[in-house]
């Protein structure tokens, strides 16, 4: 079987659209999908004023999750390129997809769980232009709500995505947190879990994908706080 990478499922759940310690059970709640998905507007948050130089995509890649912060087993992977994401259907959730003309990547990292099935996970870090990182979250959540279903169709077949809510602690300055189930043309099936993060003037993006066992809540939250607290260090 090929191997199913982020970057297979990255472009239904793209970047562009868009990363402690402690007893998470006393954590404010990431922001997410309602769980029955309809167009929906959630309460305004504080914006963060951010008085600070700008990351620098040097600082950016320093910031980087390393294989040390991974689970026991993984390795360093190729940030895999997600290609074009064929035509989308319904029209409206093209914006879902694409979009590298809306942000400015700073550093990306990709890290693998096992073979073919995985559980894979990459990392981006990068600056959104036209809005401050948490209005791209509210964007992000307000698209993804009216897009509960959608399908891709390129030379391979149709692919098929389905968003749902995820529970997750509320880290850096914002989080919004989405499950997508994706049904490849070829009939395979995977969980992508994806975190969007505001910290500072930019946004972390956390992509894990599986097709068999994947990260578990508790080990997803443990790499999203490490990688939250790079970040802060260097923003």
Same mark, same amino acid.
């Given at each position: 079987? @090929?191997?199913?990478?982020?970057?297979?499922? %990255?472009?239904?759940?793209?970047?562009?659209?868009?990363?402690?310690?402690? /007893?998470?059970?006393?954590?404010? +709640?990431?922001?997410?999908?309602?769980?029955?998905?309809?167009?929906?507007?959630?309460?305004?948050? @504080?914006?963060?004023?951010?008085?600070?130089?700008?990351?620098? !995509?040097?600082? !950016?890649?320093?910031?980087?999750?390393?294989?040390?912060?991974?689970?026991?087993?993984?390795?360093?992977?190729?940030?895999?390129?997600? =290609?074009?994401?064929?035509?989308?259907?319904?029209?409206?959730?093209?914006?879902?997809?694409?979009?590298?003309?809306?942000?400015?990547?700073? %550093?990306? %990292?990709?890290?693998?769980?096992?073979?073919?099935?995985?559980?894979?996970?990459?990392?981006?870090?990068? $600056?959104?232009? =036209?809005?401050?990182?948490?209005? $791209?979250?509210?964007?992000? $959540?307000?698209?993804?709500?009216?897009?509960?279903?959608?399908?891709?169709? /390129?030379?391979? &077949?149709?692919?098929?995505?389905?968003?749902?809510?995820?529970?997750?602690?509320?880290?850096?300055?914002?989080?919004?947190?989405?499950?997508?189930?994706?049904?490849?043309?070829?009939?395979?099936?995977?969980?992508?879990?994806?975190?969007?993060?505001?910290?500072?003037?930019?946004?972390? +993006?956390?992509?894990?994908?599986?097709? @068999?066992? &994947?990260?578990?809540?508790?080990?997803?939250?443990?790499?999203?706080?490490?990688?939250?607290?790079?970040?802060?260090?260097?923003?």
């Amino acid at each position: 079987m @090929a191997r199913l990478t982020v970057g297979s499922a %990255a472009f239904l759940l793209c970047s562009s659209l868009a990363a402690c310690g402690g /007893d998470s059970t006393a954590d404010e +709640r990431a922001d997410t999908l309602p769980e029955a998905i309809t167009s929906s507007a959630v309460s305004p948050q @504080a914006e963060t004023v951010v008085e600070e130089t700008p990351l620098t !995509a040097v600082k !950016a890649r320093k910031a980087l999750l390393s294989v040390q912060d991974m689970p026991t087993g993984w390795s360093s992977d190729e940030v895999s390129d997600s =290609g074009s994401s064929g035509t989308i259907s319904p029209a409206k959730c093209a914006k879902m997809t694409g979009g590298a003309k809306n942000l400015t990547s700073l %550093a990306t %990292a990709a890290f693998s769980g096992g073979g073919s099935l995985g559980p894979s996970l990459e990392q981006e870090i990068y $600056r959104p232009k =036209g809005e401050s990182p948490s209005e $791209r979250l509210q964007s992000v $959540r307000d698209v993804m709500a009216d897009c509960g279903s959608y399908t891709a169709k /390129d030379s391979s &077949g149709t692919n098929t995505m389905k968003l749902s809510s995820l529970s997750f602690p509320d880290l850096g300055d914002g989080t919004l947190a989405v499950r997508g189930k994706l049904t490849t043309a070829s009939g395979i099936t995977a969980t992508d879990d994806v975190l969007y993060i505001a910290v500072g003037d930019v946004i972390l +993006r956390i992509d894990s994908i599986s097709i @068999a066992d &994947g990260l578990s809540g508790e080990d997803l939250e443990s790499i999203a706080r490490a990688a939250v607290n790079k970040l802060e260090k260097a923003v």
